[in-house]
């Protein structure tokens, strides 16, 4: 309020002249540098921030309640070994996308056959298997890609699962072929696709620990599609069983708690 009654409101960046008219007032440069210096220091602490935070989580697995691992060494006739996997694979498939994984050969001696297992369980960052298939893998290892096709695997208990059938060779002597049967269980559900979880939902990191979402690869390989079916029909209901239902229960699981189990209490039980 000014003596002759009249007020003025002053805005920022302005100032009155002696003659009562308002000037603009030019920001000096070095202040302007300045706030910009700061405006990125404070977005560089937010993101290391944000992505510590993430880290975090994504160091923290989601674990399996009856780990891969124990997936038996031999099935009916099928006798396992554990296939050596480079440190370096090790180290990026856990810190990247694998909660937990199995990678075997098993010998089927008394049919002379024999087949590579590979599952592998991604949950707590789910998101990350995409793009680690046999159509990208076995490429960038060297292979030739001939032929996928859809299929299916039907299993000792009759369980029709479908599958993608994959057809590799290599491109010089000595010549080889691989023949890989492959599927993905989301969430307790079998897809062949991963537009099933590509979206963002389906990428980002399960930061509740929910044990029913979740992502898994199953690859079953051999030099001939008929020893990678046979194992594949004897082993799938076993893997199956490994992995979380749709309510996030683990058959596994169960089984393993019924087997402690005194049989006290399961006498009472069928009480």
């Known amino acids: 309020m000014y003596p002759n009654g009249t007020e003025f409101g ?6 009155l002249t002696r003659a009562g008219t308002l000037q603009k007032k030019d920001v000096p440069v070095w202040l302007a540098g300045v706030v910009a210096v700061l405006l990125l220091i404070a977005a560089g602490t937010a993101y290391r921030a944000v992505a510590s935070g993430i880290k975090a989580i994504l160091s923290a697995p989601v674990e399996l309640p009856v780990p891969l691992s124990a997936i038996p060494l031999r099935i009916s006739g099928w006798a396992g070994d554990e296939l050596v996997i480079p440190t370096v694979t090790d180290v990026y498939m856990k810190a990247n996308f694998a909660d937990d994984y199995i990678s075997r050969r098993y010998i089927n001696k008394e049919e002379g056959l024999w087949a590579d297992v590979y599952v592998v369980y991604c949950s707590s960052n789910p998101g990350g298997i995409l793009g680690h298939q046999p159509l990208v ?25 479908r599958c993608l059938i994959h057809r ?5 002597p000595p010549f080889r072929q691989e023949v890989v049967l492959s599927f993905y269980v989301v969430n307790g559900q079998i897809t062949l696709s991963e537009r099933d979880f590509s979206t963002f939902l389906g990428r980002r990191p399960n930061i509740s620990g929910d044990p029913a979402r979740y992502i898994a690869q199953v690859q079953i390989s051999s030099a001939l599609e008929h020893s990678a079916r046979a194992a594949a029909s004897e082993m799938v209901d076993l893997i199956l069983g490994f992995l979380p239902d749709q309510d996030g229960r683990v058959k596994a699981a169960d089984l393993q708690d ?6 006290q209490e399961a006498a009472a039980d069928g009480q």
Do not use: L, M, N
């Open 10 to 15: 002053v805005r920022q960046g302005t100032v």
């Open 137 to 161: 893998c076995f490429p960038a290892h060297g292979w030739v890609h001939d032929q996928t096709v859809p299929s299916e695997i039907v299993s000792r208990s009759g369980r029709a699962v």
């Open 168 to 172: 590799f060779h290599t491109p010089s």
């Open 258 to 263: 019924k087997s402690a189990r005194s049989p």
